[in-house]
């Protein structure tokens, strides 16, 4: 069981990664999101996947699918910053003319290395923004990305190497908009989300680096009952645990945790009212930090010298009732 296979999804190769208890399929030809996670215990679909008649929605808003990466996550105010000298001009891709949700999209990665082992197996897939035109064109220093997606039992590890290849400072960020499946049952499902405060945003949804509290959410610490909740919502992490606690009534859930030395930001979002799915969203830099008024440290914008690599980790658990 503990195997990689190949698949395909509208002809593009997927790469599926086997235990006893899961199924992860890895799309990496098209922005090397891992489109699927299938709990084969419980026969359910954790993630919320991509119809194969879904393509050109995916093609459009892949990061509505999955757990898609945001480099960088959340919105730029004019799409534009300057860092070290050098000035980025992202695409203004939103209302108000501002960007969102960063440069990688639906990239071709190249699966650099397979490993199956008596304990898992893994995936290994890189790609270089120089071979993207559209990428260098708004962010001009270049990077090499790996990612590798290990597989063991009921635990899915993902490992980023981020290097740059440049000869300036790199300001770098990178989030996951990761949407697990509710399955309508809102009031079937609870969270625990170790966070500290709330950042505040401006009428253009945009953060300014400004902190309120907790109110209601103070909940989250505890659990909260997702019945009725409403996310598009910036949160602090603040020195606790980088770690999630989605559960079902019934003992059945997942633990979705983050390198905490990097990853200080949380997004929840639900697309309206909770039902189907509940984005949680793990960030190293809070949405526009390169133009707030604040230290790098409280930010979470990560300079990468050059030649230097950054390694940041997730992890997905499942749990299962006793």
């Given at each position: 069981m503990?195997k990689?296979t190949?698949?395909?999804?509208?002809?593009?190769?997927?790469?599926?990664?086997?235990s006893?208890?899961?199924?992860?399929?890895?799309?990496p030809?098209?922005?090397?999101?891992?489109?699927?996670?299938r709990?084969?215990?419980?026969?359910r679909?954790?993630?919320?996947?991509?119809?194969?008649?879904?393509?050109?929605?995916?093609?459009?808003?892949?990061?509505h699918f999955?757990?898609?990466?945001?480099?960088?996550?959340?919105?730029?105010?004019?799409?534009r910053?300057?860092?070290?000298?050098?000035?980025?001009?992202?695409?203004?891709?939103?209302a108000n003319?501002?960007?969102?949700?960063g440069?990688?999209?639906t990239?071709?990665?190249?699966?650099?290395?397979?490993?199956?082992?008596?304990?898992?197996?893994s995936?290994?897939?890189?790609f270089?923004?120089?071979?993207?035109?559209?990428?260098?064109?708004?962010?001009?220093?270049?990077?090499?990305?790996?990612?590798?997606?290990?597989?063991?039992?009921?635990?899915?590890?993902?490992?980023f190497?981020?290097?740059?290849?440049?000869e300036?400072?790199?300001?770098?960020?990178?989030?996951?908009?990761t949407?697990?499946?509710?399955?309508?049952?809102?009031?079937n499902?609870d969270?625990?989300?170790p966070?500290?405060?709330l950042?505040?945003?401006d009428?253009?949804?945009?953060?300014?680096?400004?902190?309120?509290?907790?109110?209601?959410?103070e909940a989250?610490?505890d659990?909260?009952n997702?019945?009725?909740?409403?996310?598009?919502?910036?949160l602090?992490?603040?020195?606790?645990?980088?770690?999630?606690?989605?559960?079902r009534?019934?003992?059945?859930g997942l633990?979705?945790s983050?390198?905490p030395?990097y990853f200080k930001?949380w997004?929840?979002?639900?697309?309206?009212?909770?039902?189907q799915?509940?984005c949680?969203?793990?960030?190293?830099?809070?949405?526009?930090?390169?133009?707030?008024?604040?230290?790098?440290?409280?930010?979470g914008?990560?300079?990468?010298?050059?030649?230097?690599?950054?390694?940041?980790?997730?992890?997905?658990?499942?749990i299962y009732?006793?």
């Open positions: 503990k990689v190949k698949g395909q999804w509208n002809g593009y190769d997927t790469y599926i990664l086997h006893h208890e899961l199924e992860v399929t890895l799309l030809r098209l922005g090397n999101n891992i489109i699927g996670v709990d084969l215990v419980q026969q679909e954790v993630l919320r996947r991509p119809e194969e008649s879904e393509l050109d929605f995916y093609l459009q808003k892949p990061y999955g757990i898609p990466l945001l480099i960088p996550p959340g919105r730029i105010r004019r799409g910053f300057s860092y070290a000298g050098q000035t980025y001009q992202f695409d203004q891709n939103t003319d501002n960007h969102i949700h440069l990688h999209r990239q071709s990665w190249c699966v650099s290395d397979i490993e199956e082992d008596e304990d898992g197996c995936v290994t897939t890189e270089i923004t120089t071979d993207d035109p559209n990428w260098m064109r708004q962010y001009p220093v270049p990077l090499k990305l790996e990612m590798t997606l290990r597989l063991q039992g009921a635990s899915l590890t993902q490992t190497r981020i290097t740059n290849l440049g300036h400072a790199a300001p770098f960020g990178l989030g996951l908009h949407w697990f499946l509710i399955d309508g049952e809102p009031d499902w969270l625990k989300l966070v500290s405060k950042y505040m945003t009428e253009e949804i945009i953060t300014t680096g400004e902190t309120a509290p907790l109110g209601e959410l989250l610490n659990k909260l997702l019945k009725g909740t409403n996310f598009d919502t910036p602090q992490i603040g020195g606790k645990p980088a770690e999630a606690l989605l559960m009534k019934d003992g059945y633990k979705y983050a390198d030395a930001h997004v929840l979002y639900t697309k309206g009212e909770a039902d799915f509940l949680i969203e793990p960030y190293t830099w809070l949405p526009d930090a390169p133009n707030l008024d604040i230290p790098h440290e409280e930010s914008l990560i300079e990468i010298k050059p030649e230097e690599k950054l390694e940041l980790q997730l992890n997905l658990q499942m009732p006793s």
